[in-house]
């Protein structure tokens, strides 16, 4: 089992350390709210796919979904590692491009792309991973005069992973992916348009998934169809991705699967169901982009004030929230929360609450911590997904940092914004 804590990450004397790096002085350096990553936990995270997967299917590939927490840097030390990518947008795969990570490491999702995206697309040479007609017809019109354009289709498996409604992907009524029954349609285009070569399927079922049931639901449902694409239509799979989604423990209750042993245990289900169905095994695809980053982030607050409102609660203003992780406002997340500096004493109910102006920025309610005081910092746990890549600037306020703690050294990843870059792009009425 898995915990919401990064690997390195300890209380030395009462004080939070990543490895040998003090908090206090990262923060002390680069300010708060600060979002804090621990190279190692993202480098095990990376090893809990690659690894097993070198031995039990060697013909594969771990795509990391970027939507997840994307800047240069963390592009750059992943690719380093390893990982391939998954981009569901032209800024995600702008980014990407920036970053140096060669095209055929780059798969491109998203439901509506527009042309300008698909047109990026094919133009630095990345492989398309198509959700519906018109998405074909138009990288059709894009590559007539064009060079050809490795495509995928993202089929819906029409099976339904119990996690949050938000967070689901793979049941019939999603907005996400092609129904089996339709793939006539793209068929006919590929057999008329040789610039666009299909390589094979794509499938997602949804997110923070516990169960490994699903994964399993997924390729009983995707088999015969594979078959009936290899043996009636004679297409060739060269590629079946699994999707990602494999949870990963935000509270001390929660139990996710273990990786190693799913990836080994999956692949062998994959390889005895190709070979039942006699066709051969493609090479194998999962996009996580949770249980690759999740778990290695921390974000540290600085408590501007507290609130006790007799007999019903004490609040502690932090100077975060809602703005720079949203996840307890659009899913009810619950995370874990702890002092920056310990001191034994005894613990408190608080209610944590951002500085956003609106009643629900409350980031948790009734969190038992030591005695909490203006100036103290806290820290929240498992922030290294959907916070940085979904934050705003509600209010106009600024977004934090993000640094990487590496070892010895402390890396910078993002820079704080400053109010310059609040009306970088405001327009001052003439006259
Ligand atoms: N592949 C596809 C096609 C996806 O849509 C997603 C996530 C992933 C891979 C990666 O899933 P992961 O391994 O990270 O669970 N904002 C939500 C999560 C939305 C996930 C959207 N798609 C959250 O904060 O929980």
Not at 416 to 421: I, K, L, N
């Amino acid at each position: 089992m898995t915990n919401s804590f990064p690997l390195c990450f300890s209380y030395k004397n009462g004080q939070a350390y990543l490895g040998d790096i003090s908090l206090k002085d990262v923060v002390a350096e680069y300010g708060s709210p600060l979002y804090v990553l621990d190279s190692q936990t993202i480098i095990h995270n990376c090893q809990q796919f690659l690894d097993p997967l070198a031995s039990s299917y060697p013909k594969s590939r771990v795509l990391y979904a970027c939507k997840a927490n994307l800047t240069l840097g963390i592009a750059q030390f992943l690719y380093r590692l390893g990982m391939s990518f998954d981009v569901s947008s032209g800024g995600e795969l702008f980014t990407l491009i920036q970053a140096d990570i060669p095209h055929d490491s780059i798969y491109f999702h998203g439901n509506n792309k527009s042309h300008s995206e698909l047109q990026l697309a094919i133009d630095y040479g990345v492989t398309i991973i198509v959700d519906n007609l018109q998405e074909l017809t138009n990288i059709v019109h894009l590559t007539i005069h064009n060079k050809p354009v490795r495509v995928m289709l993202r089929i819906k498996p029409e099976i339904d992973a119990h996690t949050h409604d938000y967070i689901k992907t793979g049941q019939l009524d999603s907005k996400f992916g092609i129904q089996k029954q339709d793939f006539e349609h793209f068929f006919k285009l590929f057999q008329s348009h040789s610039c666009v070569e299909f390589v094979g399927l794509h499938c997602h079922i949804g997110s923070q998934i516990f169960d490994t049931k699903p994964y399993y639901e997924l390729v009983d449902s995707m088999m015969p169809f594979m078959s009936y694409l290899v043996k009636d239509l004679g297409l060739e799979i060269s590629e079946f991705n699994c999707g990602g989604g494999m949870g990963i423990s935000y509270l001390e209750g929660d139990s996710p699967f273990d990786i190693r042993t799913f990836m080994v245990d999956f692949t062998h289900y994959i390889t005895e169901q190709f070979s039942l169905f006699s066709i051969p095994c493609p090479t194998l695809l999962f996009e996580p982009g949770r249980s690759i980053i999740g778990s290695a982030g921390i974000t540290i607050y600085k408590v501007g004030a507290v609130k006790h409102i007799q007999d019903v609660k004490t609040y502690v203003f932090i100077d975060g929230g809602m703005a720079d992780n949203i996840r307890p406002l659009l899913y009810d997340a619950s995370y874990r929360f702890d002092k920056l500096h310990k001191k034994n004493l005894a613990l408190q109910s608080y209610s944590i609450a951002g500085k956003f102006c609106e009643s629900g920025d409350v980031l948790a309610y009734d969190v038992l911590l030591e005695e909490v005081s203006v100036g103290d910092y806290l820290l929240v746990f498992s922030t290294g997904a959907y916070n940085y890549s979904m934050a705003s600037n509600y209010n106009r306020n600024c977004r934090p940092a993000m640094v990487m703690v590496d070892g010895l050294s402390i890396v910078p990843l993002l820079s704080r914004e400053t109010y310059e870059d609040l009306i970088r792009f405001d327009k001052q009425l003439n006259g």
